[in-house]
């Protein structure tokens, strides 16, 4: 476990800059490789449940990316996935645009991709791997979201996070990352598309859940009496686009 703190600790990762309001929080929404950032949410970090040796989990974290649809085999559609709490553990929320009745949640970020996975697959009739890796999907592995939740307040309380070294870009490769549209301010069309896919979900009146209690997306679960009510995404993000991100 030493060894492996160490690896963490030591390792440098490259991050794109990412603009500060005058308050010093990062202006969101952001583009960051193929996700558009829209809040980084709160860190919880009395709890050992919130976090981990590389990750932190922010309550209000909330991402938005496109992806296959689960309905339609001939669609891409936007897919808003963000943290809540239940109790004492952080709770994974998958919304698609065009399945608004139909969120999925599960106590892993894998376990709610590898659910996605698996219905993307299902109607598309591969025998494609049903895996996911929860932190690519979520966005929490990639070096300038991890910096950013890094940088929140209450991170460095984590008692088991390691801390994390990062250095930005240079400006060559800071313009290669704009120019391909993974970096920057989001696309006009990419913001309109998950402005609607945010309504439909505030706009949705079912209160169902579909919740993978075991972790790894098999066997979605009514939802519980004792879990936490359906909530909408709308509520975790700001209306307009100026949200701020740890304003949750």
């Known amino acids: 476990r030493r060894k492996r703190h160490h690896d963490i600790a030591s390792k440098v990762r490259s991050v794109q800059p990412v603009p500060r309001d005058q308050d010093g929080n990062y202006e969101m929404p952001v583009q960051v490789g193929i996700l558009v950032v829209l809040n980084l949410g709160k860190v919880v970090w009395d ?3 919130f976090h981990n040796e590389r990750y932190i989990w922010p309550v209000g974290y909330t991402v938005q990316r496109e992806y296959y649809s689960m309905i339609d085999p001939r669609q891409d559609v936007i897919y808003t996935c963000w943290v809540s709490e239940s109790k004492e553990t952080p709770l994974f929320h998958i919304e698609a645009e065009d399945a608004p009745d139909a969120p999925i949640v599960a106590p892993t970020a894998t376990g709610a991709w590898t659910a996605v996975l698996r219905k993307v697959n299902q109607i598309r009739h591969r025998e494609h791997s049903n895996s996911a890796s929860g932190p690519d999907y979520f966005g929490f592995s990639h070096p300038t979201i991890a910096k950013m939740i890094q940088d929140l307040p209450g991170a460095s309380r984590c008692r088991s996070y390691v801390m994390q070294h990062f250095v ?9 990352v704009v120019k391909k549209g993974r970096g920057g301010r989001p696309s006009i069309e990419m913001l309109s ?3 609607r896919a945010l309504m439909a979900s505030a706009s949705s009146s079912s209160p169902s859940v579909c919740v993978s209690r075991a972790g790894d997306g098999q066997n979605p679960v009514p939802d519980d009496p004792d879990e936490p009510r359906r909530m ?3 509520t975790l993000t700001h209306a307009d686009s100026a949200s701020k991100g740890g304003s949750c």
Request: positive net charge.
């Open 232 to 234: 909408s995404v709308a």
């Open 47 to 49: 709890r050992d449940a």
């Open 168 to 176: 930005e870009m240079k400006d060559r490769h800071v313009r290669g």
């Open 193 to 195: 598309r998950g402005q």
